[in-house]
């Protein structure tokens, strides 16, 4: 097996085939191999699963997740990583590519086709630029047992905050309303080619078999979380306002006042569970 996060493989390896790093498609290479290796580990992946490896670059990831999982199905854009990938993944007779924008791609129709019988999961190093859309797409897939993703460390930890801190946000709420996130571990920026100018980290999100709210309108709660966020540094009756017209400031605070909040309360300061009572309120008012 090719050690690719070996830098005296790696760079003869990329300079044998013309490749140069594209800043646009957000390319760091990993450089320390303990790295794959515990994502890999630590995502709980086995023969019995079935995994999905958004942007697979050279291979590091691949290689490891190869090693432990019944298949893997690897998604990647950029075209010119084909012949360096064929070097180094393509001793897997457990590995399929495809060169495509998982962004463009039906999930539950792609996991349902390629892992059936398996326990699916995902497993990504994200690049920063395209984190949200991919793990949006990924949650809202809904067809995972759990995604495993390295991303910037502010950023998992957004995913993983709680209410009433500084990183709490709608996106905090979106995975969690899907997840029960867990950052594993951080990655420096000192493990990858080019170097970042942030610390990674890796975050697991593993789904919720049940959610514990009893929400009306899903549609209506994720506007509620928008509207709430959106005006953060207002008072939730000016969000709320804003973020549903037809409330208007009087039906706002009605709604507030019913779920026995105080009128001057902050939307970063709600969990799920009282979002959720808000966002039914919201609905009940609008009858």
């Not at 691949?62 to 993944?89: G, H, N, S, Y």
């Amino acid at each position: 097996m090719v050690n690719v996060c070996d830098i005296h493989v790696m760079k003869p390896l990329l300079a044998e085939h013309g490749f140069h790093f594209s800043k646009a498609k957000g390319q760091n290479f990993l450089i320390a191999g303990w790295v794959p290796e515990r994502i890999a580990e630590d995502s709980g992946v086995d023969e019995t699963v079935g995994v999905l490896e958004i942007g697979p670059g050279i291979g590091p990831l691949t290689q490891q997740l190869c090693l432990r999982a019944k298949k893997v199905c690897a998604v990647e854009l950029d075209r010119r990583l084909e012949p360096i990938l064929q070097q180094t993944v393509g001793e897997f007779d457990n590995l399929q590519i495809l060169w495509d924008d998982v962004l463009k791609r039906d999930i539950p129709a792609l996991v349902k086709e390629q892992f059936a019988g398996l326990r699916p999961m995902a497993c990504a190093n994200l690049p920063y630029y395209i984190t949200s859309p991919i793990l949006t797409a990924l949650l809202e897939a809904g067809c995972f047992e759990a995604v495993t993703v390295m991303v910037q460390k502010e950023v998992a930890q957004r995913i993983a905050a709680r209410a009433g801190t500084a990183d709490y946000s709608a996106f905090t709420i979106f995975c969690q309303y899907y997840t029960e996130p867990e950052i594993l571990f951080d990655v420096p920026a000192g493990c990858f080619l080019p170097q970042p100018k942030v610390t990674s980290a890796v975050i697991t999100l593993r789904t919720r078999k049940e959610r514990p709210w009893k929400i009306l309108d899903e549609k209506v709660f994720f506007k509620a979380v928008r509207a709430s966020f959106a005006m953060r540094r207002k008072t939730l009756q000016n969000g709320l306002a804003a973020g549903f017209p037809e409330l208007g400031k009087a039906g706002a605070a009605q709604v507030i006042a019913a779920c026995g909040l105080p009128a001057t309360v902050r939307g970063e300061t709600l969990d799920i569970a009282k979002f959720a009572a808000l966002a039914n309120e919201i609905v009940n008012y609008k009858k």
